[in-house]
């Protein structure tokens, strides 16, 4: 149960099997820094060219594939005041025709959305561009757009896609306090975290959180033989199971499947009671729908659960 | 601003240009009662056959193709005890190779979920099947699984599936006291009402909600000249578009489109503000993911449009 | 087996359960005239607003649901010299972004393309707008874009659309001499036909063929109690299935089912030996990807059935 | 132009950017083999566990990202006698509610069909199992499956998958005697080459072509500042270009995309008349709809190029 601090030297754009950072054991805590989705860092220096650096692999000693990777995110805390948005409705997640109406899309950039992140003060405010929104403030609600695993099978994963190994899911749940697990494909696990965001509507229609670099605490637990097969989080409210594809529907499908299996396997529901259950009361949020996978969350409420006896 | 009271003789299982069974006024209330989705009444009579049986349609006087009909949902009440349900996941909510490892789905009222439903103490309990559920119980929320307008074109479109007109949209977000609003498309708008549900969980995704008749009550407006392009809904807390289609995709598309356009008519943002404003705000919600066209809703927060100093 | 000739005085923008305009009997030929996609007859007057406007429908004496309805079109003439296109690619067969660099698509007369339809040559030639591709001569094919019969459930479903009834498939196999197959959903069958093209493209992709009116002549054949999912077709080399949907890939899985279920009832092939056959030698062709419903063809080569000693 | 033979020692079933096994030359011949997609050589010998074995990657002397790599299939023949097919649909090409009457799937290996290849007689005949197809005889048109070259952004992409570099497209143009395109996105672009198919159908849906090892004998021709999209192909009678992603829908976007590109950029057509020419004379086929992305080929005959003077 160490607690580690790391200072990143370089950065990933793709998960893969790559030299570890650390090796880590199971209960162990690490502390770290990652860069925003441009490659800034704290003090705006440009870092990293690639899509959504990742900090790490951090090498868990003894996970083995058919593992499972569970993360605590115990701190997730922006690092600066400067946080950066899309301005236009992704081209997918509008009506095709209407895109004719719009202007083509500007490099990231040169047409953001600047806005000033106030950590004390919970709140991200909208500098520029001068819209009809004015000086618009909204609550910060930190998350992690992209992290996971190494995948199977020798990929490496490009950080702009998702797929059962994690990666840029993009899904607003992933906030303070959530246990992630991650099934564990290679060796060690290799752990792999960044793209933080000070907040992020559903769907990340515009193609972004508030972008941000950001302070970061995790803590790690192996388990051993428990075998998932997608991405799964917990919060103090529910038990969620994630979909990484395109199209929607396909995601859609990875989780209620992934979310049936953990019902029938932990909460020791038959396939019928599971499917009644789960007719009548499960929840889904859409993560993103601007990657190249999309992400679902089929949600359980652990209170229901707990009704059944079941926790 | 009369109160009128209709007991319905016959019903139609599809949306289109019918003989109205009464002409009101913008203004007007209408108490009357609708059957469940297998055309059975409050004392369990079979009064229909054909899916979800549509109560009406009502003549509002002075509607007109272009003009918008807002209906208040002010009562929606169970008004018998015995509800149902699918007990199995829908065969296009799972990934496919799970269907593999399932039985043929059964006729409907063949291997049902029977549910007790209180309206006093608030609850559904599950009586049947005998399954690891046992005797479980859920809140009810009463809401209406398919209701809107004449659609255009001189359709007549199925009560299993929806459009612009609404139709079987299975949102759960429709519950007493909100606002639905449909785009007239035929003189006299003909809005139609039925397919209860005492509960239902997001997407419907065992096909069903808990299927129950209905005493409802509702009130219509007729905005005159006011054009929408897909049913809208206001609750409490949030403006809401509906987007109907296959695939979910294209449900979204269609839900976010109209949620941007609602913005900048109603709320005078510009197409900027609007995308930044729904990038890091909107909210969705999945409707249904059963019927033949699935429902997504396109969500924004009151309270931030208020911030905004718009309402 | 009477000839009879039918002489169109309205025409419908839907599938539905209208009056017939003649009664005839399996075995009987039509000879009629159908107008193009815009309305317009032989002398260019406009005969009817609303997409698609069909002639018909034609009551099959002794058809139930339950049967089949086989149509061969004998004859489909281009019965003008005058045909429109659409020249720009629809929105949703594109990459979405790429939209934005486009205009505006305008309304259909606004900006079509104008083609010289020589019947006697064979050719069509592209007479306005001026642009790279010149007077450009293609060879016509002519084909119908929208027909089929009506609908079950009190449905009427517009001409922009198709299903399981057919409707708005524009496939371009749909050529003269082919037999075409429609399940029966009413009383009558209800057979309807217009929307010719002088040739079109896979897809559709321009939202249009080369859009003409035709005289047609077709034969009905009823077989009783033969029972089919989704339109069907025959030529001289191929069985060809249709599945009418969205997305795509449901388009194609309704087709590709249909095929199955017609290798194992009609050529004897067990379940395996089916999914072995097309799996080697299964052929798809994308009817439009334009329409709200896509169609997809699911063919099978008549001489490897023939090999089979099938036929 | 030299002619390199090429013994392979060891099998990727990623495309990467890995240590490449030969630097070869613009113009340059490589003769060499390739495993069956389940790792077994000639001999039927096991030379490597991991899906769709890639021979490669071969180094092509002063490539860069940015270009394109030519590779004309000079030869492609099976090299053994035993081929083998999945036997029973994949779920997600029916209706998935056809799945529930069918078995689960069998692992590979345990319920193949198992053909007899002649490649002198030219057919493939059908030896197991026993079903009503008996010993039945298709002509072999032997394809590579699986082909491309290293993606962009470090990352190593999955033999089971395809994209912009294109992989396991499964497309049955692949033949002997065409020219394929790769946009080269790594130094010395890395080309790979592996998963031969003694035939297969559209959509490959059973999962598998006639799955065999093969000689094979490719020449590679580098386009130095030749920028492209998706992967490309020519034979004698049509330009193909392809698109690689699910859904179906998108796959067609990206192809659809890619010709206009081409049509415009390289047969000097402005945009509307690339659009009037794709509305009308553009040809689909379906490459696969098993793999993680789907493959469409868009498709424009070089005959009707030649009309307009462009070739």
Redesign the interface.
Known sequence: MSIHTFEPVRY???L?TYDPVMTITSGDTVITTTLDAGGRDALLAKRHV??NPMTGPFYIAGAEPGDTLRVRLDRITPNRRYGW?????????????????????PDWGERD?DWDVDVDAGT?T?VE?A????R???PIRPMIGCFGVAPP??????T?TSSTHGGNMDYKGFVEGVNAFFPVAVPGALFFIGDGHA????????????EISMDVQFTVTLLKGKKIGWPRMENDTHIVALGN??????A???A??EL?RWLQADY???????????????????GN?FDPA?TVAAKMSKS?LA??GKV
Chains 1, 2, 3, 4 share one sequence.
């Open positions: 990933y754009s793709a893969g690639g899509v948005t899309g301005t236009q409705l992704a081209p997918n997640v509008i009506d095709p025709e209407d895109n004719l109406a719009l202007s083509p899309l959305g991200a909208l561009p819209t009809s929104l004015g618009f403030a909204i099978g020798d990929q490496a994963i490009s702009a907040a992020q509507g559903c769907g990340e229609v515009v193609g972004t959180g508030i594809a395109r199209p929607l529907d396909q859609l499908q990875h209620t499947s049936a020791e529901l038959d396939v019928m009671g599971s499917h009644i259950l789960m007719g009548q009361c499960i929840e889904y949020e859409i729908v999309y229901l009704v059944l």
